[in-house]
């Protein structure tokens, strides 16, 4: 057998150093709640972290129920990062158990929260994790993120000193591609008839990117998606669509689309398609990563709101 050249050796154990950082040591093990945190551990860890994100790709967090495996990979790893909000407590509850509360990042820390009520949207609580005032899905707002951001390079700095300028380079970069996202956002929904920026999607995930970017958005159900709605509440929805002559009607890719339907079918208001609120897509799909979420968000609506409202 021909063995390889000590150049090339040579090469491969440099290459290996430059990468990892340290002499080829094993990545950070770093578990996320869900799918879109996750994604910011690793725009910012690169190849230094290994991540594993407890709710996966268009998965529920809110009907999620953590595994006996969910609890003991918490226990093993570096670092647990959180949204915070009262949207994922049990990760917190569960690094507590193991022993591990030093190891959490609440990725949210800083951000200025909006105040939600199930109430005004005639749902009932289902009571998971949203027991908050606090309106949680603060990703929606791309300021916010820049904010997630800067939590998530700051804790992987600390716990891995050797990466600190890799992390800040990586933030920073990410940084700027958020910065030209939520101009993009802005610019194009500026071009948007202001009558026409009102839309249904199936739960209130959406308020931050009301607030942030002016499209307002009716939902049956409140801030959780296994929030029940009550036949009062929508009914009044469906009235309120009418009066309104809101354009379009959205499935989100967690929710069961049956409900919304119903409302499209009684309404009059259109499908306009499918929207990621609490979770990304699958690789090959059109959400694979946080940036491509909110352009697709974005494209769809938009497309949506274009276009003349069916009689």
Not at 31 to 40: E, L, R
Not at 80 to 94: E, H, K, P, S
Not at 171 to 198: G, N
């Amino acid at each position: 057998m021909r063995l390889p050249s000590v150049h090339v050796l040579f090469s491969l154990i440099a290459a290996c150093t430059l990468t990892i950082g340290n002499a080829c040591a094993a990545p950070m093990d770093v578990v996320a709640s869900f799918s879109i945190v996750g994604d910011f551990v690793r725009q910012i860890g690169g190849e230094r972290v290994a991540v594993h994100a407890l709710v996966g790709a268009d998965e529920d967090s809110h009907a999620f129920q953590p595994r006996p495996s969910d609890a003991r990979r918490v226990g093993a790893a570096k670092l647990v990062v959180a949204n915070g909000l009262g949207f994922d407590d049990w990760i917190v509850r569960l690094a507590h158990s193991a022993g591990r509360a030093d190891a959490v990042v609440i990725a949210s820390s800083g951000v200025t929260p909006l105040d939600s009520s199930d109430d005004e949207k005639g749902g009932k609580d289902d009571g998971h994790d949203h027991h908050h005032s606090a309106d949680p899905h603060a990703w929606q707002d791309v300021a916010n993120v820049r904010r997630y951001v800067a939590n998530i390079a700051a804790a992987l700095a600390a716990a891995d000193p050797d990466g600190a300028a890799f992390y800040r380079d990586n933030a920073a970069r990410y940084d700027a591609e958020l910065v030209k996202l939520d101009s993009e956002i802005r610019t194009r929904i500026a071009t948007l008839p202001a009558e026409r920026r009102k839309v249904v999607s199936s739960h209130d995930a959406f308020g931050y990117f009301s607030h942030a970017y002016g499209i307002r958005f009716l939902a049956p159900a409140g801030v959780a998606s296994s929030a029940e709605p009550t036949a009062r509440g929508v009914a009044r929805l469906i009235v309120q669509i009418k009066a309104e002559k809101v354009p379009a009607v959205f499935i989100e890719n967690i929710a069961d689309p049956r409900l919304l339907d119903r409302i499209r079918a009684e309404s009059g208001a259109r499908i306009g398609g499918t929207l990621y609120s609490d979770a990304l897509s699958s690789a090959t799909g059109p959400a694979r990563d946080y940036l491509a979420l909110m352009r697709h968000n974005l494209r769809t609506l938009a497309d949506a709101l274009d276009a003349p409202r069916a009689p």
